[in-house]
Every structure is written in structure tokens, then in C-alpha cells.
């Protein structure tokens, strides 16, 4: 804030503890601040310093997995509502929908464990049957809330929390591997980075010139998914 020499009266909102799923939760809570300021911009920062969780004195497989699996990351988006308080229903650069989903009694499969020693991650190998048995339901209630269809989208930007996360996804939703070319590009080179991974595979359809409605989706601790469909 000093650097940039924002005003005194910006406005901030931090936001904790939504792991994987904060890239696509957190540019959904800015697109919902947006909507209710016209004009104005809104700056989305995500930053996750996976790092920060290794206990070097846990012998744990649950340690040694998420030390491997997780990196350091931070991402950017700025939003600005030219279309008024409602959400834009097409054009460039338009927020469609969101959705949040929670499972009940799943903190288990993904979620924070602090000790004396310091903050760690939990993490459970069921994630991937329990996306196999729920996932799909949870994105139908997202698409009929929405008014939309799976096959109205151009393209699909997941969250690339590792390869059997993708396989899961793709399988489930019948895609192929070609319609999650983005989310497999950041995980073969810049691996899971928690939050931010997600935006680095909007950059990268940004970047490619997608065009067209796309599908967000993140899941975090509790265990939640969080969609969002945007117009490129």
C-alpha cells in the first residue's frame, strides 16, 4: 500500500484458511465487492506460502505428502463493474456465476492441523473417491442455479491439485484431457501452489487468447468446492 500510494480510505478485506479453494472463492468475493461498488477497483490478492507448513520434527506420511505436494505462490486480479450492480451476462471479462459447496463431516479430507511445533496440513488419500462420488452432483446444482449446461462451456480452468484430482475430474465430467490443457500445463510446471494455482490457469487461457464462457473450480478445507463461470 505504501509503494502503490493507495488512499487512506481503501478499503481491506483479509480472508484465511481457504487453502486450495481461495483463488476461485477469493475472485468470487471480489466480483461480489465489485457488483456493489460501480466504478471502483478491486484488487484480489491471493498468496499462499505452503512452505510455512513444514514441521521438520513430524515423521508423518501426512507431513512428508503435503511438503512434496505443495509450493509457494501469489497471483493478482484487478476487477471493475462497468455494467452496473448486476452480474455481467456476457461480453469480455464478465463474471457469470458462482457457487459455493460444502460437505458435511469431510474436515478429514482436507483441512489445517496446528500443533506446538507449528501449522500443517491435513490431508486425506479418500479425497479422490469422495470427488468420484460427490463432485458431479455439486457441479449439476451449479449449472441449474445458473441456468447453464456443461456443454455451453468453451473451456475448463480447475484447480490442478495433482494428477489424480485431474483424472477424476475429467473422467467424471467426461471431458478430455485437451479441455483441461491449462490446469495440466501449471501442474506439470509450476506444480499445486494452493490458492493462487487456479489463476495461473486463467493467466495462461488469458495468454492463449481463449475466448468464451469457461469453468473455475477449486476445492478446500471443510471439504468445499467453489465454482465460477467467466466470460474471456
Known amino acids: 500500500m505504501n509503494r502503490l500510494d493507495l488512499p487512506a480510505s481503501v ?14 472463492a477469493g475472485l468470487a468475493r471480489s466480483a461480489r465487492y465489485a457488483q456493489a461498488m ?18 521438520v520434527n513430524d515423521p508423518s506420511m501426512a507431513m512428508f505428502v503435503s511438503a512434496a505436494l505443495f509450493g509457494d505462490g501469489a497471483a493478482g486480479v484487478v476487477l471493475r463493474n462497468t455494467k452496473g450492480t448486476r452480474q455481467a451476462s456476457g461480453g469480455r471479462g464478465g463474471i ?10 469431510t474436515e ?16 486425506s488419500p479418500d479425497l479422490p473417491l469422495l470427488l468420484r462420488r460427490n463432485l458431479k452432483p455439486a457441479v ?17 480452468l480447475f484447480h490442478p491439485g495433482g494428477a489424480k484430482v485431474l483424472k477424476t475430474v475429467q473422467s467424471l465430467l467426461e471431458l478430455r ?6 490446469s495440466w500445463s501449471v501442474l506439470r510446471d509450476f ?30 478445507p471443510g471439504f468445499s468446492a467453489y465454482f465460477l463461470a467467466v466470460e474471456l
Open 38 to 55: 460501480p466504478g471502483a477497483h478491486v484488487l484480489f490478492l491471493t498468496v499462499d506460502l505452503c512452505s510455512l507448513c513444514l514441521r
Open 191 to 220: 506444480g499445486n501452489m494452493s490458492s493462487p494455482t487456479a489463476l495461473f490457469t486463467l493467466d495462461q487461457a488469458l495468454k492463449a487468447g481463449a475466448s468464451g464462457p469457461h469453468l473455475m473450480a477449486a476445492f478446500g
Open 96 to 105: 457469470i456465476a458462482t457457487r459455493d459447496h460444502f460437505w458435511r463431516d
Open 140 to 156: 449439476q446444482a451449479f449449472l441449474d442455479a445458473s441456468g447453464m449446461s456443461l456443454g455451453e462451456f468453451n473451456g475448463f
Open 11 to 24: 478499503e481491506r478485506l483479509p480472508v484465511f484458511g481457504l487453502g486450495c479453494g481461495g483463488g476461485v
Open 177 to 182: 484431457r485437451d479441455d483441461l490443457a491449462y
Open 108 to 123: 478429514h479430507i482436507m483441512g489445517w492441523d496446528i500443533r506446538h511445533d507449528g501449522f500443517g496440513v491435513g490431508l
